[in-house]
């Protein structure tokens, strides 16, 4: 297997894979930055010239420059990682490249789609539905009946309540409290939380 991105991220997804009895050997990490040289003894290279059949997770946070990987190279296999100390309920759905992380709560009949990261100990309730290349940063909770829109992060210890849909690549800021729906491209912060501006469009 390849990781793309050599970040503080890739440290956490390298310990995901090592927690379940290293499920993938990594070949090597893929990152431009020419002063990283080795991560946990892993070599880092610059560029890679990848087969039909290879392994590739992409351990960058950021969820644009995720969107923009896994288009560039949809033509690889990735999986999904799951840590052994996650929770996930009855009839779950995970898509491809979605990474769930140590003490994560995923409760029943909950979707989640492609190249998403539930971050440590983040807690998605019970029929949520996460649409592709959403982050759900660590200890986050989304109660019942939420929606997240493709491309949203929702903040370090933001809470949402039940039923709530929040738009396409939102920012919910790190400890806002989300009571009503929220559209498309909104940064909201604080509790109650108000939008306090507008991301760009995603090209
Ligand atoms: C919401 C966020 C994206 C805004 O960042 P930004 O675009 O750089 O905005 P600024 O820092 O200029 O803040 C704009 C205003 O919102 C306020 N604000 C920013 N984040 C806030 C938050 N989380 N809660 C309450 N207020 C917040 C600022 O105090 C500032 O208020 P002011 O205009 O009265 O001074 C960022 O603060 C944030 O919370 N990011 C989430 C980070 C995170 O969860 N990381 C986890 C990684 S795993």
């Known amino acids: 297997m390849y990781l793309f991105g050599g970040s ?18 990594i070949t090597s990490i893929i990152d431009e930055n020419p002063i990283l040289d080795k991560i ?12 039909d059949d290879d392994v590739l997770f992409i351990a960058i946070g950021n969820n644009k420059i995720r969107k923009k990987i896994s288009s560039k190279y949809s033509n690889l296999n990735y999986p999904v990682l799951i840590h052994s100390n996650a929770i996930i309920g009855i009839n779950v ?9 140590a003490g994560a709560i995923v409760n029943p009949d909950t979707r989640i789609g492609k190249q998403c990261i539930v971050n440590t ?15 759900i940063s660590p200890n986050a909770a989304l109660a019942g009946n939420v929606n997240v829109g ?8 933001a809470c949402v309540i039940q039923g709530v849909k929040i738009g396409k690549w939102c920012t919910i800021g790190a400890g806002s409290v989300v009571l009503k729906d929220v559209p498309d491209y909104a ?4 509790n109650p939380g108000k939008i306090i501006k507008y991301n ?4």
Not at 40 to 51: A, D, H, S, T
């Open 40 to 51: 946990f003894g892993i070599n880092i290279v610059r560029e890679i010239k990848f087969n």
């Open 93 to 101: 759905s995970i898509a491809h490249g979605t990474v769930i992380m």
């Open 187 to 190: 940064v909201v912060v604080g």
């Open 150 to 157: 493709e491309g949203t992060q929702i903040g370090i210890g």
């Open 121 to 135: 100990s983040a807690v998605i309730e019970h029929d949520n539905v996460i649409e592709d290349f959403v982050h």
């Open 8 to 25: 503080g991220h890739c440290k956490v997804i390298i310990d995901v894979i090592k927690n379940n009895n290293n499920s993938y050997e």
């Open 200 to 203: 760009q469009e995603h090209e």
